[in-house]
């Protein structure tokens, strides 16, 4: 027993001086803001749904510790171990999206969650990072060995979470994935000329979305013209900033929770904005620009190919998704339900980004070469 409590310290202690201080700390103030966010907007959006004051309250409170646990405790892992966790994963988590098709949960129009016993599942959430370190993986393969089709598999199994994602459908989460892989290729050094034709590429996906899904060609219609049809929660998003100043209108005061559907979700930011103000928007915002600052930082020191294209990937896919989000709550860009990673209100989304924030808390620990396999 006392050989196995030194065992553990000494782990302890490697861990602690080798794991990044400041993204660490990030993680932990966003969580802290994103608990204090749903103590501020969830009980008024659950009285309006008929549910108890503080159902979401009591939720979050549980999903967030574990959620913490397990993204402390996937960083303890090598890039070995966060390889085979990912592909484990993965496997996973592409079955149970592919499932969704058929046992999911209709949602406004979506087959996107499995209703489990207490709890929502959206396995998209974690296809996104587990996929990520999986691409990285096989073009790190392909980088190492020309014989090795790695980014001829990655595209395949590309192909195939995309058409997963398209029949649910999520065509927000498809074109996040699609980035995501997109920058990783380029890491991974993709010639320039293809980045080009994969630019045109994308382009004419986008058009074809948007020709094909009226729930796209909506949303963008909305945000080129905000008369061509309901932007209520746009709106009030922006009333709620107007309100809320630079300072807030305080704790407790705000009332755009009282009237936003998705306040203590898509909408939080919003929140933030009309209680605590600007100052209180602008520190969100820093510590998500801390975290993917520091990440690209340590990944710039490293040598393994696998950890700088994997790592990539999960650094850009937190980022994105935080700024598509606020981006949306700011009408800079056209909405798209997607959560805010830490502080929105959310089963599946806190677990999903506490997995990717832990195997890339894992990938960008300082090593000795004996424990970089």
């Not at 993680?27 to 659950?46: D, E, H, K």
């Not at 058929?102 to 599942?121: D, M, Y």
């Not at 209100?345 to 620990?365: D, K």
Request: with cysteine.
């Amino acid at each position: 027993m006392t050989a196995l409590a030194r065992d553990d310290g000494a782990r302890f202690g490697r861990w602690w001086a080798t794991v990044d201080r400041w993204m660490l700390a990030a993680l932990f103030a966003l969580a802290g803001i994103g608990m204090l966010m749903t103590l501020a907007a969830s009980p008024a959006v659950a009285e309006r749904i008929g549910l108890d004051m503080y159902a979401f309250v009591r939720r979050q409170l549980a999903f967030l510790p574990l959620a913490l646990a397990l993204m402390l405790a996937v960083s303890l892992l090598s890039p070995r171990g966060v390889r085979r966790l990912a592909f484990a994963g993965f496997l996973v988590a592409f079955a149970l999206t592919a499932a969704t098709l058929v046992v999911g949960a209709e949602i406004k129009g979506a087959r996107r969650w499995i209703a489990l016993p207490g709890l929502s599942l959206q396995p998209s959430e974690f296809l996104k990072p587990c996929f990520a370190v999986v691409a990285g993986w096989l073009f790190a393969e392909g980088m190492r060995g020309a014989r090795f089709p790695g980014a001829a598999i990655a595209c395949l199994l590309l192909g195939l979470v995309l058409l997963a994602l398209k029949m649910q459908p999520d065509i927000g989460m498809a074109a996040v994935v699609l980035a995501v892989f997109l920058a990783q290729w380029f890491v991974a050094g993709l010639r320039t000329v293809w980045v080009g034709l994969l630019g045109g590429v994308v382009a004419g996906v986008a058009v074809l979305a948007y020709m094909l899904f009226p729930h796209v060609q909506s949303r963008v219609l909305r945000f080129l013209d905000p008369d061509a049809g309901d932007n209520y929660q746009v709106e009030r998003a922006l009333e709620a900033f107007a309100n809320g100043g630079l300072v807030g209108r305080g704790p407790g005061e705000g009332r755009v929770k009282s009237v936003l559907p998705d306040a203590h979700a898509d909408f939080v930011f919003a929140v933030a904005g009309e209680e605590f103000g600007l100052f209180a928007c602008l520190l969100i915002v820093a510590l998500f620009a801390v975290l993917v600052l520091r990440g690209l930082w340590r990944l710039m020191g490293e040598t393994d190919p696998f950890v700088v294209v994997a790592g990539t990937g999960l650094v850009v896919q937190f980022g994105l998704q935080a700024f598509i989000n606020m981006a949306s709550t700011v009408h800079l860009i056209p909405t798209k339900g997607m959560t805010l990673p830490f502080i929105s209100y959310g089963g599946s989304s806190v677990f999903a980004v506490a997995l990717g924030m832990g195997m890339l808390l894992a990938l960008t620990r300082r090593r000795t070469r004996d424990e970089v396999a």
